[in-house]
Nanobody
Framework: QVQLVESGGGLVQAGDSLRLSCAVS????????MGWFRQAPGKERDFVAA????????NYLDSVKGRFTISRDNAKNTAYLQMNNLKPEDTAVYYC??????????????????WGRGTQVTVSS
C-alpha cells in the first residue's frame, strides 16, 4: 500500500517562502501523477498544483501561478511544492495526492487515488 507523507509546513510571514515535500513509500513515485491540494478552515478542499509522471505537464491554481512551483524527484521518490511570496490567503492545510492516471496533471481531487494526512501552512500578515 502506498503512503504519502507531507512535511515542510510551518508559520511564516507574508512574503516568505516554504518548500513542501511529499515522500512516497510502498511503491515508486513513477507509478503516479502527483498533486497538491489545500483546505482552509471552513472551506472546501481546493486544487493547488499538479504534475504528470514525466514532469512534462503541470497545472496550477490561477492565484498561485508565478509564485508556486511543483516538481518531482523520481530518484528520491519525492514530490515538492515550492511556495514563494506567500500571502495570508495561502493559509491552509496542504495535502499531497497521487494518481494512478499518470499521463496528465489532473486538477480535480476525484482523479487521485491516494492522499497524505496534510501539513499546516500559516502565513501571518
Amino acid at each position: 500500500q502506498v503512503q504519502l507523507v507531507e512535511s515542510g509546513g510551518g508559520l511564516v510571514q507574508a512574503g516568505d517562502s516554504l518548500r513542501l515535500s511529499c515522500a512516497v513509500s510502498g511503491r515508486t513515485i513513477t507509478n503516479y501523477a502527483m498533486g497538491w491540494f489545500r483546505q482552509a478552515p471552513g472551506k472546501e478542499r481546493d486544487f493547488v498544483a499538479a504534475i504528470n509522471r514525466s514532469g512534462s505537464s503541470t497545472n496550477y491554481l490561477d492565484s498561485v501561478k508565478g509564485r508556486f512551483t511543483i516538481s518531482r524527484d523520481n530518484a528520491k521518490n519525492t514530490a515538492y511544492l515550492q511556495m514563494n511570496n506567500l500571502k495570508p490567503e495561502d493559509t491552509a492545510v496542504y495535502y499531497c495526492a497521487a494518481s494512478l492516471r499518470t499521463s496528465y496533471a489532473y486538477t480535480t481531487d476525484a482523479r487521485y487515488n491516494f492522499w497524505g494526512r496534510g501539513t499546516q501552512v500559516t502565513v501571518s500578515s
